[in-house]
């Protein structure tokens, strides 16, 4: 046991003293490394909360559908004919849209929510 305090005592140890600049910028740079640590964890829970709740995200798809066709068509279209015939023929879409939609929602809403969350959190 006494050798081993000899040969740490006679090894010299370089301590370098920081100034308090460097310490407060190794600090916020220790900061900044756990929220984006953070943000990621973020990220990946909503990933996996859209794959767990697929069927809520579904039927969330369905009803914004629903709404802004209508408004779509009351908006572009004011003749009478033309408008029952669009509402048709976006009744006869949604199928399509819900594959799309849903494809599109898990590949970006994780992320786009995320970084809206960060920009409120953010000041």
């Given at each position: 046991?006494?050798r ?47 794959e ?5 995200v ?25 408008n029952?015939?669009m509402k048709?023929v ?9 594959i ?24």
């Amino acid at each position: 046991m006494t050798r081993a305090i000899e040969k740490y005592s006679k090894k010299q140890l370089n301590v370098v003293k920081l100034s308090k600049k460097d310490r407060i910028q190794q600090e916020r740079i220790k900061e900044e490394i756990i929220k984006e640590e953070r943000m990621q964890d973020v990220l990946l829970l909503l990933q996996h909360l859209v794959e767990r709740e697929e069927v809520t995200v579904k039927l969330i798809l369905d009803c914004l559908y629903d709404v802004a066709s209508v408004n779509l068509v009351n908006k572009k279209f004011q003749t009478r004919p033309v408008n029952r015939f669009m509402k048709f023929v976006l009744s006869r879409s949604k199928p399509v849209f819900k594959i799309v939609a849903l494809k599109w929602f898990k590949k970006n809403c994780p992320a786009l929510i995320t970084n809206w969350l960060q920009s409120k959190v953010d000041l």
